[in-house]
């Protein structure tokens, strides 16, 4: 009776302990998840993959990790700009093929020296130039005429019998008149007394009328306009006198 005791007991303690050690094994539990790690490294061309393991179990969780961004090197020219043609810049991956370009903008025009083209006058403005070494590129821009070159017309005196001018001024270039000139009409001999001498030029105009000047020899009734023109003139020479 003492042994079957014992042997009950000893199966009991069997069963018991194969029923802990199965429940540690297969019963459900509430994972304990650690902290995440890298598991796969990403590259800028794949996802890589995070982990994290349960403490308690084999159990393990994980998530893909975005990739990584292109490692980009310095912009370098990959296309020359000309002062036509926009040029290329290019930066290449240090890890992959991928590469990034973008424009760069033309060259300015590399103009040579200004050269007349079209000389300018006093009237008229002229034109220089000047062109691109690297293309058929070229820009113009207008000369200020040039000033007028003025010569004085000298004044002509006027005499009794010839007419005169005033002093003028004009450009020899292209006849532009600065200072217009004046034609004086001739004066007219101014016959002082019977003589019949003028006094400004000393000529000898005895056939001229000494009051209006003119030769009334030939007119009809000349005598009579001459004698009354005569009287006119003695009076006039009074009151002058007077
Ligand atoms: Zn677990
Ligand atoms: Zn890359
Ligand atoms: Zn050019
Ligand atoms: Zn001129
Ligand atoms: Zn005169
Ligand atoms: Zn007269």
């Known amino acids: ?10 199966l009991w303690l069997l069963l018991g302990c194969c029923g802990f050690v199965s429940a540690s094994d297969d019963e459900p539990h ?8 890298t598991s796969v490294d990403p590259t800028c061309t794949a996802e890589g993959e995070e982990r994290r393991d349960c403490e308690g179990c084999d159990a393990f969780e ?18 020359d700009p000309t002062c036509t043609d926009e040029g290329e810049e290019r930066r290449d991956c240090e890890n992959c093929t991928a590469f990034q370009t973008r424009p760069v903008g033309p060259l300015p025009h590399a103009y040579g020296d200004w050269h007349t083209t079209v000389e300018p006058t006093c009237t008229d403005e002229g034109e220089e130039r000047r062109d691109c070494e690297n293309c058929t590129a070229f820009e113009t821009r207008e000369l200020n005429p040039l000033p007028h070159s003025f010569v004085i017309d000298p004044a ?18 292209c ?19 019977e003589n019949g001498d ?12 000494p ?16 004698w ?9 020479l009074l009151f002058q006198k007077g």
């Open 30 to 37: 509430t994972h304990i998840y650690g902290d995440w790690y």
């Open 1 to 10: 009776m003492k042994r079957a005791c014992c042997v009950l007991l000893s």
């Open 156 to 173: 002509v005196p006027v005499t009794c019998t010839t007419a005169g001018k005033t002093q003028g001024e004009h450009c020899e270039l």
């Open 198 to 209: 003028c006094v400004l030029c000393g000529a000898h105009v005895k056939d001229l009328c």
């Open 211 to 226: 009051y209006c000047h003119k030769d009334h020899s030939q007119e009809l009734f000349g005598g009579l306009t001459a």
């Open 228 to 236: 009354f023109h005569r009287l006119f003139y003695r009076v006039r």
């Open 175 to 193: 006849g532009a008149t600065k200072t217009a000139q004046t034609t004086l009409k001739p004066l007219g001999h101014a016959v002082l007394d």
């Open 62 to 79: 994980t998530r893909p990790v975005g990739p990584l961004p292109h490692a980009y090197g310095d912009w370098y020219t990959s296309v």
